[in-house]
Nanobody
Framework: QVQLVESGGGLVQPGGSLRLSCRLSGRPFRRHTLGWFRQAPEKEREFVATTTWDNGTAIYADSVKGRFTISRDDAGNTVHLQMNSLKPEDTAVYYC??????????????????WGRGTQVTVSS
């Protein structure tokens, strides 16, 4: 059983920055991926970014590439999402998720077994 708790959301002006954190506890799969998804009102949940248990290659959605950075601390207990140059269209509830490495694309929500409750990010002037 894996528990994920997000923090760091809030209100920021366009062009600003926020850093989200997700603390992982419990017993994740040895080889797992940690990712971020987001869901805006009346829209489907969409992939944002992901990294692996060994802080391997990060993968980003095209909409955030060059603006967002995903990273994991050395202890492996916390994954961060640094969000720069934020835009109003980045407004959403951001969810942290964890799942085993498998043949399912890490861009798909089906690859993730455990989810946090989400943290609200609002980009507005």
């Amino acid at each position: 059983q894996v528990q994920l708790v997000e923090s760091g959301g809030g209100l920021v002006q366009p062009g600003g920055s926020l850093r989200l954190s997700c603390r992982l506890s419990g017993r994740p799969f040895r080889r797992h991926t940690l990712g971020w998804f987001r869901q805006a009102p009346e829209k489907e949940r969409e992939f944002v970014a992901t990294t692996t248990w060994d802080n391997g290659t990060a993968i980003y959605a095209d909409s955030v590439k060059g603006r967002f950075t995903i990273s994991r601390d050395d202890a492996g207990n916390t994954v961060h999402l640094q969000m720069n140059s934020l835009k109003p269209e980045d407004t959403a509830v951001y969810y942290c998720a964890s799942g085993p490495i498998s043949t399912i694309s890490v861009r798909s929500s089906r690859a993730y077994f455990s989810w946090g409750r989400g943290t609200q990010v609002t980009v507005s002037s």
